[in-house]
C-alpha cells in the first residue's frame, strides 16, 4: 500500500503570504496526486488534480508541481477564505490513500 | 445541477449493520466509478471503497469482508452495505463520484455512530 506524508501538518499564515505544503508518497506515483481543501464542517473539494491541473473554478493563486515522490501545493497569496486544511491524494493504484492533512489557519 | 445525497446514517450498537444509499443526479451516473471516503471527528480523510463502471469492487484493509459496495445504475443510486461494524467505523460517510480515482464531486456526509 502506498503511504502519503504531508508537511506540515498545521501552519499559520497572514492574509497576503505564500504558502507551501509538501506531500511525499512512498513510492513513485507519477503524476498522479491530487489536491483538496476542506473548510470546517465542509465536504472536501477538488482543488488540483494530475499534480498540476487546476480544476474548473479554482483560482489562479493556488498551483501543483512535483512527480514521482514529490508534491508540492502552494498558495501564492492567502486570502481570508483559503483558511481550511488541505489533504493530498494518490491516485495510482487502490488501495487509494490521504495524507494526513494540513491545516491553515490565521496568524 | 451534480449532486450527490448520502442518507442511512444512524447509530448503533458494535456488530450491527447498516446499508448507506446516495443518491446521484445532474450526470450520467453510469459512467463514472463511485467512491467512499469517511472523516471520525477530529481526523483526516480515509478511503472505504470504490466500484468501477463495470460494477467490480475495491476496497480498504480496514473494511475488506466487512462492508459492500453496489450500484444500481437505474436508479442513478450507489451503496454501501456496511456488517460487522465496530467502534472504529465511527465516522461522516461521503460518497463521492470518480474519474481515473480523481474525486471530483462529493456528497455531504451521512454520519455513522457505532456505540454500546
Known amino acids: 500500500d502506498i503511504q502519503m506524508t504531508q508537511s506540515p501538518s498545521s501552519l499559520s499564515a497572514s492574509v497576503g503570504d505564500v504558502v507551501t505544503i509538501t506531500c511525499r508518497a512512498s513510492?513513485?506515483?507519477?503524476?498522479?496526486l491530487n489536491w483538496y481543501q476542506q473548510k470546517s464542517g465542509k465536504a472536501p473539494k477538488l482543488l488540483i488534480y494530475a499534480a498540476s491541473s487546476f480544476q474548473s473554478g479554482v483560482p489562479s493563486r493556488f498551483s501543483g508541481s512535483g512527480s514521482g515522490t514529490d508534491f508540492t501545493l502552494t498558495i501564492s497569496s492567502l486570502q481570508p477564505e483559503d483558511f481550511a486544511t488541505y489533504y493530498c491524494q494518490q491516485s495510482y493504484s487502490t488501495p487509494l490513500s490521504f495524507g494526513g492533512g494540513t491545516k491553515v489557519e490565521i496568524k | 445541477e451534480v449532486q450527490l445525497v448520502e442518507s442511512g446514517g444512524g447509530l448503533l450498537q458494535p456488530g450491527g449493520s447498516l446499508r448507506l444509499s446516495c443518491a446521484a443526479s445532474g450526470f450520467t451516473f453510469s459512467t463514472y466509478d463511485m467512491h467512499w471516503v469517511r472523516q471520525a471527528t477530529g481526523k483526516g480523510l480515509e478511503w472505504v471503497s470504490a466500484i468501477n463502471t463495470a460494477g467490480d469492487p475495491y476496497y480498504s484493509g480496514s473494511v475488506k469482508g466487512r462492508f459492500t459496495i453496489s450500484r444500481e445504475n437505474a436508479k442513478n443510486s450507489l451503496y454501501l452495505q456496511m456488517d460487522s461494524l465496530r467502534a472504529g467505523d465511527t465516522a461522516v460517510y461521503y460518497c463521492a463520484r470518480g474519474l481515473a480515482s480523481v474525486m471530483d464531486v462529493w456528497g455531504k456526509g451521512t454520519t455513522v455512530t457505532v456505540s454500546s
Open positions: 513510492q513513485s506515483i507519477s503524476s498522479h
